[in-house]
């Protein structure tokens, strides 16, 4: 009987093409794919998630590669369904991924530059002016949970921090993630990792206008190729995450010179056929990378249940 694996793909930038590629792959080594499993259309009931007619637990295998279109409702789906069928990413290290506090926590806590950060009380006024003081009067707020860019304010001294604090006082957010803004030439590395490998890297430049360098924030790819010390860093932090699959954002400090890892993303996008055309050529070896990494995760699964 041939294995099942369930997909669900990004579809525009190439994401449709790159599908097909995996499908086409897949197929090659007798594992069937049913795609298009859009949790939102699923629902549950006597112990089974149905999606699409497919009941999830029936499968080999769930891929989940959407970062633009997820919803609470979805990830809740495939925290169950992880409970039961191999998952990829798993749902434990892709959750972690998704908040930037935890991130930032267990990699500091491992000899992994990050920022500097902190963590406090929503009414821990007196945390957030002693942040700013300390670090120099520059501070960066994000949500611990948000991604491209959105929500992320930069401080630039004490009064701007004063002006802000009655506007989050309404919010109904519970704490503050504060992080050191760090003094970089405006570029990152994205780094993807599969299974353990490097696959392939390449750089994001910040507008003029901004200091940011997420695409939805304005940012553009360039061709950019890592020193073996960003590359060594990207494989321990992915690894140490638990991450099958991972986009680790790297910058270099230029104040304490060294690199520091931003955040990690569980589903870091394939180049584009713009960006391939720019000379990004490392989508056939992640296709091929999570293509391995699909039929050992399903032969492992099947040596469990049978």
Known sequence: MKAQVGLWLYQNGGGAAIEQQLVTALAERNIDCITGLNLR???????????????????????????????????????????QIPTINNYTA???????????????????NTPDYRLCHKNDTD???????????RLVY?????????????????QALDMLLPFLSRTDLRYFYLERFIDYDNTDFRVDIVDGQYIGC??????????????????????????????????????????????VDLIYDR???????????????????????????????????????IERSVIKHHSKVA
Not at 127 to 137: T, V, Y
């Open 202 to 247: 390449y750089g994001r430049q910040a507008p003029a206008d901004d200091w940011k360098t997420n695409i939805t924030s304005g940012g553009s790819v360039f061709v950019r190729e890592p020193n073996d010390e960003v590359v060594d860093i990207a494989l321990k932090a992915a690894s140490l995450m638990g991450l099958e699959i991972a986009g």
């Open 94 to 112: 892709f959750a972690l991924s998704e908040d930037k506090f935890k991130t930032s926590h267990l990699l500091n806590s491992h000899g992994i």
């Open 142 to 158: 994000k949500p611990t949970d948000g991604w491209g860019g959105v929500g992320i304010v930069k401080i630039e001294s004490e």
């Open 127 to 137: 945390g957030l002016k002693a942040a700013i003081r300390e670090w120099g009067g």
């Open 255 to 293: 104040e304490r010179e060294q690199y520091v890892v931003l955040e990690i993303n569980g589903i870091p996008a394939f180049a584009t056929p713009e960006q391939e055309k720019l000379g990004l050529n490392f989508n056939q070896r992640k296709v091929e990378a999570i293509t391995n990494l």
């Open 41 to 83: 259309d699923a629902f549950a009931r006597d112990g089974k998630i149905f999606c699409n007619k497919q009941v999830m637990e029936d499968l080999d295998l769930f891929l989940s590669y959407n970062a633009g279109q997820q919803s609470q409702f979805q990830l809740y789906l495939y925290e169950a369904i992880s409970q």
